[in-house]
Nanobody
Framework: VQLQASGGGLVQPGGSLRLSCAVS????????IGWFRQAPGKERHLVAT???????WVAHPVEDRFTVSRDNAKNTAYLQINNLKPEDTARYYC???????WGQGTQVTVSS
């Protein structure tokens, strides 16, 4: 099983990014996927999940700016982040929930 996160980068405040998590080696459509982030010097924490059935959850207080989705035909989950803020700067990881499988992370840096 492999998870490949991508889509991060350096963005100005107010910008948007769409992170992708490409999954291989398993039946993706049967798996729940989570997105976590870890800022420098801080613990990694969960920011969004999407179930195999497509039920989405986003943590407070980013639920008005983050959207999680999936495309089972592409074996890929997404995290759309709008109106990026400096405090969103972190490494973003995807994870197959209820497993030990993580992606390698993708760095998001928000700075002017």
């Amino acid at each position: 099983v492999q998870l490949q996160a991508s889509g991060g980068g350096l963005v100005q405040p107010g910008g948007s990014l769409r992170l992708s998590c490409a999954v291989s080696g398993t039946i993706f459509r049967l798996k729940d996927i989570g997105w976590f982030r870890q800022a420098p010097g801080k613990e990694r924490h969960l920011v969004a999940t999407i179930t195999f059935g497509g039920t989405a959850w986003v943590a407070h207080p980013v639920e008005d700016r983050f959207t999680v989705s999936r495309d089972n035909a592409k074996n890929t989950a997404y995290l759309q982040i709008n109106n990026l803020k400096p405090e969103d700067t972190a490494r973003y990881y995807c994870k197959m929930m209820r497993s030990d499988y993580w992606g390698q992370g993708t760095q998001v840096t928000v700075s002017s």
